[in-house]
Nanobody, 119 residues
Framework: QVQLVESGGGLVQAGGSLRLSCAAS????????MGWFRQAPEKEREFVAR???????AYADSVKGRFTISRDNAKNTVYLQMNSLKPEDTAVYYC?????????????WGQGTQVTVSP
């Protein structure tokens, strides 16, 4: 079982930046694909970004050029750097792990961290 703990959320003005972190338990973190998802009030959870075990990344169109996902395998941590934030980025952000390394089927989820962007 893998435990994921997100941190770094908060309140920020539009145009500002935040960096989310997700710390994972376990000794095989480097084998996992890691992803970030978000869920706004009364909306479905949506994909934001993922990084595969090999390091390749992918982003939702809505965040391309503004958000960057990265991982530090030595620290068992994945990050989401969010720049040029917009009010529509307001959501609970969740970290997820795919033990197959591809970022296709997500096995483990964190509890989420709130990001609020004010106009």
């Amino acid at each position: 079982q893998v435990q994921l703990v997100e941190s770094g959320g908060g309140l920020v003005q539009a145009g500002g930046s935040l960096r989310l972190s997700c710390a994972a338990s376990g000794r095989t973190f480097s084998n996992y694909a890691m992803g970030w998802f978000r869920q706004a009030p009364e909306k479905e959870r949506e994909f934001v970004a993922r990084v595969r075990s090999g390091g390749t990344t992918a982003y939702a169109d809505s965040v391309k050029g503004r958000f960057t996902i990265s991982r530090d395998n030595a620290k068992n941590t994945v990050y989401l750097q969010m720049n040029s934030l917009k009010p529509e980025d307001t959501a609970v952000y969740y970290c997820a792990a795919d033990r197959r390394g591809l970022g296709v089927r997500w096995d483990f989820w964190g509890q989420g961290t709130q990001v609020t962007v004010s106009p």
